[in-house]
């Protein structure tokens, strides 16, 4: 989904004190709203966090951005917490929401740019370059795409690199990742995932490519998976209460990843992001898997 409005650009007249002469300011600040920690690091990147008046909950990495005003939850957001900033542009990606607050903003005329959400290296240099136009750093997006292909080049080559040293009698390592914001509430990536990307960009398998999206965590699909790697999140692992708590999930255990506790858990927004880290999150990654298996 994109619902696009210009920027307002207002006009100023005003009369300087006692001369009566007139000056005109031909373009107000931009007040800007970023929702969606991936968008939020960008802007930072661009150098442009002058602009900021707000972000979301997932807006963690740099760690200033945390000391902005925070209007919740990118998939549950509020349109009083965002109004009360009184942003001239919000942007957003696809896992913005809910719908009805996005109506909300477009009825109360505030710009708002919906950027897709895609788990590619092409769809980064694509929020990367209409982010830049958005917010007028045209010059800086073009500049960050330039440094971000280098940087993707140089890790695809260590993926590589990392894979020819397996040998012929070594697999791939089959990775399965567990999403746990707690214990009752955990699932398992299959195709289609932020998760399902970064695993193939890292020269893993997925342990679940035969179901797509994410599904509730079952014993018996975890043991059939087989999974040589288990991925979590750093956020993820804490609130299982660590590795031994993450491996008591049923069925975890009885894994040969479970077995020799072969557990990677990057920080979530890194792993998932699909921001200006994903060069560094795929070596890391790719390293870690690698390591492990």
Do not use: C
Request: proline residues 6%; glycine residues 10%.
């Amino acid at each position: 989904m994109q619902v696009s409005m210009q920027v307002n650009r207002r006009q100023v007249l005003t009369f300087a004190a006692g001369l009566g002469a007139m000056s005109y300011a031909t373009a107000a600040p931009i007040r800007l709203v970023s929702i969606g920690g991936a968008l939020t690091e960008l802007v930072y990147e661009l150098g442009a966090q002058g602009l900021l008046v707000g972000v979301d909950t997932t807006s963690l990495y740099p760690a200033v951005a945390r000391k902005l005003p925070n209007v919740g939850y990118a998939r549950t957001l509020s349109a009083e917490g965002l109004l009360s900033l009184n942003p001239s542009l919000v942007v957003a990606t696809e896992d913005a929401g809910p719908p009805a607050v996005l109506r909300q903003l477009e009825a109360a005329r505030v710009p708002l740019q919906v950027l897709r959400a895609e788990h590619r290296y092409e769809g980064l240099i694509e929020r990367t370059l209409k982010l830049g136009a958005l917010i007028e750093r045209q010059p800086q997006a073009k500049a960050l795409a330039a440094r971000l292909d280098g940087a993707w080049a140089a890790s695809q080559q260590q993926v590589k690199q990392l894979a020819q040293g397996l040998g012929q009698e070594k697999h791939a390592p089959r990775v399965l990742f567990i999403l746990s914001h707690g214990m009752n509430q955990i699932r398992i990536a299959g195709q289609g995932t932020a998760a399902d990307a970064m695993i193939a960009y890292a020269g893993g398998v997925n342990a679940l490519q035969d179901v797509s999206g994410y599904k509730p965590l079952t014993p018996e699909a975890v043991i059939a998976s087989a999974p040589d790697v288990i991925l979590a999140t750093e956020q993820g692992l804490a609130a299982a209460g660590g590795v031994d708590g993450l491996l008591a999930i049923p069925g975890l255990a009885q894994t040969p990843a479970g077995r020799a506790r072969r557990v990677v858990a990057p920080e979530a927004m890194e792993l998932l992001g699909f921001g200006p880290r994903l060069p560094q999150a795929v070596t890391a990654l790719a390293q870690a898997l690698h390591a492990k298996a």
